[in-house]
């Protein structure tokens, strides 16, 4: 069955910290993989997307991931994080050929000032 | 970047009467929309998946009866929530794509209290 796992639901930082949240799927064939952010009070934004080509993919914010296929992982990073990228980030992925994604559970991420 | 609506953002119901929300895409032709659930320090649960003109396809254990969508034009959707009951009280979401770009926008959200 196809699914998403993030490995942290909670992560607590101080800016300027650096920040690796884990994201690993399962699913049986060619995948497009997304990250979207949530940040309070507002709605899903997408932050970065993987569909093809190099596997280390820049979205905004400074953010970046890496698509691991030998690894099922496409894990997000950002070398400094700053107090507005507090948010719930969540990892999805969907099938090259299906319309809809899968997400994972989300990891709230919280910025201490 | 696209923008999809949604109205209302809150509603208040009592048990047993039905709930309309509507989600727009305002820029753009939306080919696909699907409506979430969220449940709160979850995940989002998808619902359903319709499309332009056609009958919504609806995910394993949702209640099409329930959970009425109508798809009418390329910007507009809606979610009927029919005889809505307290445990029906929820956040909705509705995203919406573009194309077959894969991209999914996504709605502020609708937070539905059956009292």
């Known amino acids: 069955a196809q699914s998403v796992s993030q490995h942290n639901h909670h992560v607590i930082l101080s800016e300027a910290a650096s920040l690796e949240l884990g994201c690993n799927y399962s699913y049986g064939g060619t995948v497009n993989l997304f990250w979207y952010v949530q940040y309070p009070g507002q709605h899903l934004q997408l932050l970065l997307k993987?569909?093809?080509?190099?596997?280390l993919v820049k979205g905004i914010k400074g953010f970046e991931a890496e698509f691991i296929k030998s690894k099922f992982s496409f894990n997000l990073r950002k070398p400094s994080v700053q107090w507005s990228d507090t948010a719930e980030y969540f990892c999805a992925v969907k099938g090259n050929r299906d319309d809809k994604i899968i997400f994972g559970k989300g990891t709230r991420l919280h910025i201490l000032p | 970047g696209a923008v999809v609506s949604q109205h209302p953002s809150r509603v208040i119901c009592k048990s047993g009467t039905s709930v309309k929300i509507e989600c727009r895409s305002l820029?753009?032709?939306?080919?696909?929309m699907f409506w979430y659930r969220q449940f709160p320090k979850q995940s989002l649960m998808l619902m359903a998946t319709?499309?332009?003109?056609?009958?919504?396809?609806?995910e394993q254990g949702v209640e099409k009866d329930k959970f009425l969508i109508n798809h009418a034009s390329l910007t507009l959707s809606t979610l009927t929530v029919t005889s809505a009951h307290p445990e029906d009280s929820s956040f909705y979401i509705c995203s919406a794509t573009e194309g077959t770009g894969g991209v999914q926008y996504f709605g502020p959200g609708t937070r539905l209290t059956v009292t």
């Open positions: 993987y569909f093809s080509g190099d596997p």
């Open positions: 820029d753009f032709q939306a080919t696909t």
């Open positions: 319709s499309n332009e003109g056609s009958k919504a396809t609806y």
